[in-house]
C-alpha cells in the first residue's frame, strides 16, 4: 500500500519548518503550499497514473511531491536550494519512486534528463512555480524541445489570466501567443493567499497546458514568427512596422516592414497587440519572402 501524503497540513507544514529551522528565503521565492484541496486538485488536473514520469520543478519541502509520488509512477523533482535537500530526505522517506536533483532548472538540457530518467518517453511537468521565474521556466519548457505531454502549473493570477488574454486586451502579450502556439491552456482554480506559509500578497492560480502535436498555425520560419512577436510587444504602444523596424534582432528596412504588414491584409497604421496569432504568422510568412 503507497503511502498517503501529510503535508497538506499547516500543522504538519509547521512542525517540519520548525524542526529543520527553516524560514522561507525570498531570493528562491518560496511560498508553502498549506492546502490539501488545492492539491488534489493540481494532481488531478495533471491526470496522473501509474504509468506516467512526472518532472517537478522547486519541490521546497516536498508538500506537492509526495502527492506527485502517491498518484504517478515516479517523479524526477529538481531544487535548487541545497538547503532543503535535507528536508526533502526527511519529508520524502517512504516514497521510494521519487529522484531529488540539486540543480538550477534554467541551466538543465530537458531532453537529456528525458533521456537519462525515463528513456526518452513523454512526461508531465508539475510545479509550484516562484513568482519570479514563472515566465522564463515555462518558456524553457514549451520551446526546449523535451517530450512533453502536458505542463501544470500553479502561478501568479495575473499571469494566468496572461495565458488566455484576448487580442487588445492589457493582458495579451508575448506569452499568450507562445503559449497559444504550443499548448491549450486551462484555468483550473484560483488560489488564495491563505493556502500558503507565509502568505503571498497576490492570488495564484493552477494552469493545465496540455501539448500541441501540431501548432494551429503553419509558419515557414517559427524563429521569425516569434521575432516578430517580441518586436511588436516591446514597443506595444507603437505601429507593428515602427517595431519591426526597431528590433535588434532584425534588419528590415522601414519599406520592408510596411511591405509586409500590407501583403498580410493589415493596416500600416496597425498595432502589435490587436493581432492574432494567425496574423502575426502571415506577418512573419511575408517578411520571411523578403529577407
Not at 522561507?24 to 518560496?30: L, S
Not at 488545492?38 to 496522473?48: F, P, Y
Not at 499548448?183 to 488560489?191: C, H, Q, T
Not at 526597431?246 to 504588414?261: C, L, P, R
Request: glycine share 8%; hydrophobic share 40%; charged share 20%.
Amino acid at each position: 500500500m503507497k503511502k498517503q501524503p501529510y503535508l497538506g497540513s499547516p500543522v504538519f507544514t509547521s512542525a517540519v519548518l520548525r524542526n529543520h529551522h527553516i524560514a522561507a528565503r525570498k531570493r528562491f521565492g518560496q511560498n508553502f503550499l498549506i492546502d490539501a484541496g488545492v492539491l488534489e486538485d493540481t494532481v488531478e488536473a495533471a491526470g496522473l497514473t501509474e504509468e506516467d514520469f512526472v518532472l517537478e520543478i522547486g519541490p521546497g519541502i516536498g508538500t506537492l511531491t509526495q502527492y506527485l509520488a502517491y498518484s504517478a509512477g515516479r517523479v524526477c523533482a529538481v531544487e535548487i536550494d541545497r538547503s532543503l535537500l535535507p528536508v526533502l530526505e526527511d519529508t520524502l522517506q517512504g516514497w521510494n519512486n521519487v529522484k531529488v536533483v540539486n540543480g538550477d532548472i534554467m541551466k538543465m538540457d530537458l531532453r537529456r534528463l528525458s533521456e537519462e530518467e525515463n528513456g526518452g518517453r513523454p512526461m508531465k511537468a508539475v510545479a509550484n512555480l516562484p513568482y519570479y521565474i514563472t515566465t522564463p521556466v515555462i518558456m524553457k519548457l514549451l520551446t526546449e524541445g523535451a517530450p512533453l505531454e502536458s505542463i501544470t502549473v500553479m502561478v501568479q493570477k495575473e499571469v494566468a489570466e496572461r495565458m488566455k488574454a484576448a487580442p487588445g486586451t492589457r493582458d495579451y502579450g508575448a506569452l499568450t501567443l507562445a503559449v497559444e502556439y504550443y499548448a491549450s491552456p486551462e484555468i483550473v482554480r484560483i488560489v488564495p493567499p491563505s493556502s500558503f506559509m507565509p502568505r503571498p500578497g497576490v492570488d495564484s492560480a493552477v494552469v493545465h497546458l496540455k501539448l500541441r502535436t501540431a501548432p494551429p498555425v503553419s509558419v515557414r520560419n517559427e524563429s521569425l514568427l516569434f521575432g516578430v512577436i517580441r518586436a511588436s510587444f516591446n514597443q506595444r504602444r507603437k505601429k507593428l512596422t515602427n517595431g519591426i523596424t526597431n528590433f535588434e534582432g532584425f534588419s528590415f528596412s522601414k519599406q520592408t516592414a510596411e511591405e509586409a504588414v500590407a501583403a498580410a491584409g493589415l493596416s500600416p497604421d496597425v498595432r502589435g497587440e490587436t493581432l492574432t496569432l494567425q496574423q502575426f504568422a502571415a506577418v512573419a510568412d511575408a517578411l520571411s519572402e523578403r529577407m
